[in-house]
Antibody
Framework: QVTLRESGPALVKPTQTLTLTCTFSGFALSTSTMCVTWIRQPPGKALEWLAR???????YYSTSLKTRLTISKDTSKNQVVLTMTNMDPVDTASYYC??????????????WGLGTLVTVSS | QTVVTQEPSLTVSPGGTVTLTCASSTGAVTSGYSPNWFQQKPGQAPRALIYTTSNRHSWTPARFSGSLLGGKAALTLSGVQPEDEAEYYC?????????FGGGTKLTVL
């Protein structure tokens, strides 16, 4: 049974750095084809893809946010960490992590976490 | 900046058929973009429906189908049920990085 759970601060101040952790079970990120991605959704708005890390440590970032994002993994803890620097009120959103399967035929998300709401305010 | 475009809203009658589309600002969508489709209901996390253009997940009802149509990715719902009222998002991959569409709000009326 695959599960993912996001954790991190509910409130951050402008200019601070946000650190979010995705803790997962039911699969190993050291196994071929396994990847984890981060996605966010501002209240009432659309989903926005942020970053992804693959089993072979390949990393991909959103073009518009890549200067502010860092993704990393700790396979021994079954965790993926996302950091976002210089937070702004427009970064207020629910942040989701999800599992990606990377196959020869393409990549796809199958399982999602429940998300965690992060508010940026002084 | 790559933009993925979906219809903002569509309305369908119960039992009817509706097609949602997903276009890329870079040109025609092909299977190489690994089109994914997701359903999201208010207050819930998204749920995966379709992957790599036309494959259903084990939990996806058969009334949902994916395809390529006129240079776009498409999601067709046949025999729409009231519980299909939701927001639908497509996701395309560009060299490993993903871009979501703006979502389609589907109303069943």
């Amino acid at each position: 049974q695959v599960t993912l759970r996001e954790s991190g601060p509910a409130l951050v101040k402008p200019t601070q750095t946000l650190t979010l952790t995705c803790t997962f079970s039911g699969f190993a990120l050291s196994t071929s084809t396994m990847c984890v991605t981060w996605i966010r959704q501002p209240p009432g708005k659309a989903l926005e893809w942020l970053a992804r890390i693959d089993w072979d440590d390949e990393k991909y970032y959103s073009t518009s946010l890549k200067t502010r994002l860092t993704i990393s993994k700790d396979t021994s803890k079954n965790q993926v960490v996302l950091t976002m620097t210089n937070m702004d009120p427009v970064d207020t959103a629910s942040y989701y992590c999800a599992r990606i399967r990377r196959l020869q035929s393409g990549s796809y998300i199958d399982f999602w976490g429940l998300g965690t709401l992060v508010t940026v305010s002084s | 900046q790559t933009v993925v475009t979906q219809e903002p809203s569509l309305t369908v009658s119960p039992g009817g058929t509706v097609t949602l589309t997903c276009a890329s600002s870079t040109g025609a969508v092909t299977s190489g973009y690994s089109p994914n489709w997701f359903q999201q209901k208010p207050g819930q996390a998204p749920r995966a429906l379709i992957y790599t253009t036309s494959n259903r997940h084990s939990w996806t009802p058969a009334r949902f189908s994916g395809s390529l149509l006129g240079g776009k990715a498409a999601l067709t719902l046949s025999g729409v049920q009231p519980e299909d009222e939701a927001e639908y998002y497509c996701l395309l991959y560009y060299g490993g990085a993903g871009v979501f569409g703006g979502g389609t709000k589907l109303t069943v009326l």
